[in-house]
């Protein structure tokens, strides 16, 4: 069952065009890691998937239903949650009062608080820690944990790795990992780590100045193919080199 569909979205900054017509289309439990360069567009995509910018052409279905015209708040209560680059935490408070909020105003279901500590065990001894507090690799667990309390049926996760130490990385991932084999949630992660996101997704997305130059299983491709489909390097051009 096609769980999400973005059929030619663009976004734009100003006059710039951030993404240009990119469509997709995903099962239900289905990993899909997006990758790209810096300012490829990807965590622009990411804000237009959870509602947090607007669409200048195009559509994104989920189950079947048009949720384009639709905010944050609304896309949250119909099963779409973003974790965001940056992690964005409310610093002042609590890791427990961060996720509470997320419980609190997402939808009910398997996630409860106590799912989320048992996934990040590291959460735990830190529930009454301010946010400012953690490091980079706690603070992407609250985030994501906080994503997931909102009981989602598509999270969205921008940046998993940027800025963690390789032990966190691994950590985050292997929490993943346990959620994707649950195949009861879609994922849709940006990641700038080329290894992870292949090792993790079921699909690839390359987006290249805002549009998809490469898409399908990571097996499809060389790894070549992908590098270059990432640095934006044109077949004809690498036959050069
Ligand atoms: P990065 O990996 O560096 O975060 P990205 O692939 O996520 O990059 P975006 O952040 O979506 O890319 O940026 C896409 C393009 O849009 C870039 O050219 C960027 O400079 C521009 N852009 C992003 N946010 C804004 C903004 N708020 N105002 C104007 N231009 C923006």
Redesign the pocket.
């Given at each position: 069952m096609t769980r999400l569909s973005v059929e030619g979205a663009v976004c734009r900054?100003?006059l710039?065009t951030?993404v240009r017509g990119v469509s997709f289309a995903l099962e239900a439990g289905e990993v899909l890691c997006v990758i790209?360069?810096?300012?490829?567009?990807?965590?622009?995509?990411m804000r237009a998937l959870a509602g947090a910018h607007p669409l200048a052409a195009g559509r994104i279905v989920l189950d079947g239903e048009d949720v384009t015209g639709l905010g944050t708040h609304a896309r949250l209560r119909r099963g779409i949650a973003m974790s965001p680059?940056g992690r964005r935490l409310f610093p002042d408070m609590t890791v427990r009062e961060n996720l509470m909020i997320a419980a609190e105003n997402g939808r009910a279901g398997d996630w409860t608080l106590d799912r989320v500590l048992a996934a990040f065990d590291q959460l735990e001894p830190l529930l009454d820690r301010p946010a400012e507090k953690l490091s980079g690799g706690q603070r992407q667990a609250a985030a994501i944990g906080r994503a997931l309390l909102a009981n989602p049926d598509v999270l969205l996760l921008d940046?998993v790795s940027l800025g963690l130490s390789p032990a966190a990385v691994e950590g985050v991932y292997r929490a993943l990992g346990e959620i994707k084999e649950t195949r009861a949630m879609t994922m849709i992660v940006?990641e700038?780590d080329l290894t992870c996101a292949l090792n993790f997704a079921d699909r690839i997305l390359c987006?290249t100045e805002?549009a998809v130059a490469l898409e399908g299983r990571p097996d499809d491709f060389t790894r070549a193919e992908i590098s270059n489909a990432y640095f934006g390097i044109h077949e004809k051009e690498s036959a050069d080199a």
């Open positions: 900054h100003g710039l951030a790209g360069a810096n300012g490829a567009g990807k965590t622009t995509l680059e940046e940006v700038q987006v805002g």
